[in-house]
């Protein structure tokens, strides 16, 4: 069983979906995790769900497009756990759903500050902190578009693209100061955010299993399952990697 008792854990992007699915499995793991979103309803009602549970967990708002608040959140999670171990950083957005030569360089901008200016902002100083205490863990949400492409998303699958990059790069730098980073790879998964989609056009879910190798789409909480023992010793010598979580949707 993965044991993740005393682990002081951030996790962003957590007010809905994987994210969501996330905080509640690690708490109830163990972790001690600080929550950071935009969300700040969402997110302190979040934080009172993981206590009745009988976890612990604190919101911080946090914008992963600004660095003085990705600062903020590491330096809070210190403040009240003691330590960082262990970080998902989840926060995305999705494509804007344009053929490239109609996308504006700012709607391009739009989708990279949260996927990949995001990402590395919270690399940046998730692994400051890790360093000064000897080390840690952290997984990525990357995509199954960093492996393949789907059309009108030229500015989501290029920045999937690079979240599996920074992932891999940061995995190298790394390998031999015991800091582990890794990412998933999830296809579809179903979210409130595709809950939305469904009702204005119900055929759309039926379409979406039709190009899954198992004909159904995923859970957040497979995917919370795999992030949950990448940040566990259970992982202990996997580093660099992306988890496809896609019903083999990218091995066709």
């Not at 000064?132 to 920045?159: K, M, W």
């Not at 595709?194 to 909480?221: C, N, Q, V």
Request: negative net charge.
């Amino acid at each position: 069983m993965i044991d993740l008792t005393g682990k002081s854990i951030i996790g962003n992007g957590e007010a809905s979906g994987i994210g969501r699915a996330a905080a509640l499995l690690l708490s109830s793991l163990g972790a001690r995790v600080t929550l950071g979103d935009r969300t700040e309803d969402a997110g302190a009602a979040l934080v009172e769900e993981i206590a009745a549970a009988g976890g612990s967990a604190q919101f911080v708002r946090c914008d992963v497009t600004n660095e003085d608040d990705v600062e903020q959140l590491v330096a809070s999670t210190v403040s009240r756990w003691g330590r960082l171990d262990g970080a998902f950083n989840n926060a995305g957005l999705p494509n804007t759903g344009k053929d490239l030569h109609e996308l504006s360089w700012d709607e391009m901008e739009r989708v990279y500050s949260v996927n990949v200016k995001g990402v590395f902002l919270c690399l940046k100083y998730e692994i400051r902190e890790m360093l000064r205490t000897g080390g840690g863990s952290i997984v990525n949400t990357a995509s199954a578009s960093s492996l393949v492409a789907f059309p009108q998303a030229a500015d989501y699958v290029s920045s999937k693209h690079a979240v599996l990059g920074l992932t891999r790069t940061a995995a190298l730098d790394y390998a031999q100061r015991n800091i582990r980073v890794n990412c998933i790879m999830p296809g579809t998964v179903h979210t409130p955010m595709l809950d939305a989609l469904f009702a204005t056009a119900p055929e759309t879910k039926a379409f979406l299993e039709s190009r899954i190798p198992m004909g159904r789409l995923g859970k957040p909480e497979e995917m919370a399952d795999t992030v949950a023992w990448m940040l566990s010793d259970r992982a202990s010598y996997v580093t660099g990697a992306g988890v496809s979580i896609d019903g083999a949707y990218t091995a066709t």
